[in-house]
């Protein structure tokens, strides 16, 4: 774990999003959709930022290295929550999977969020939800990246 493990991710990709409709109502319609990521280091490389297209709303992620404790924070925000910042999610990656957790309140509901991100050439990132303190979770979005050239 260091401050290059999101290395992988620099530059443009291609998106595709599996994603249950309705999180908040914990629905179990998934619906697929395309998008399109830049990400691009910052900090000196200890940081990136993420922005994300899709075609009726826009996201941004910011993940920063913590030297001293040796773990990735990953902040999030979108247009379908004008003016809110996620709390963030902490983690890091051993042998080129990622594991983060946190905390969030989902449709009035406190639930523990993961993120697991898979790296490599074509990454794969899932969102899972926990409504038991993290004894199960519930994946309720999936993306898979391709890259775009240039």
């Known amino acids: ?9 620099h530059g443009r990709w291609r998106v595709a999003n ?3 409709a309705d999180i908040p ?3 179990t319609e998934w619906v697929e959709f395309d998008a399109e990521t830049e990400v691009r280091p910052i900090l000196g490389g200890a940081a990136n930022v993420e922005s994300l297209r899709a075609a009726d709303w826009e996201g941004m992620t910011l993940r920063q290295y913590d030297p001293a404790r040796q773990v990735w924070r990953i902040w999030w925000a979108s247009t379908r929550a004008p003016g809110h910042l996620d709390p963030p999610l902490e983690g890091r990656f051993t042998d080129g999977h990622g594991v983060f ?3 969030d309140v989902v449709g009035g509901q406190a639930v ?3 993120f697991d991100w898979t790296a ?3 990454p794969v990132w899932q969102q ?3 409504y038991d303190g993290g004894a199960t979770w519930e994946t309720n979005w999936i993306m898979r990246f391709s890259p775009l050239a240039g």
């Open 18 to 20: 599996r994603k249950i």
């Open 101 to 103: 957790f946190g905390d």
């Open 120 to 122: 490599g050439s074509e």
């Open 112 to 114: 523990k969020l993961r």
């Open 25 to 27: 109502g914990r629905g």
């Open 1 to 9: 774990m260091s401050e290059n493990d999101f290395d992988f991710f």
């Open 128 to 130: 899972q939800f926990s």
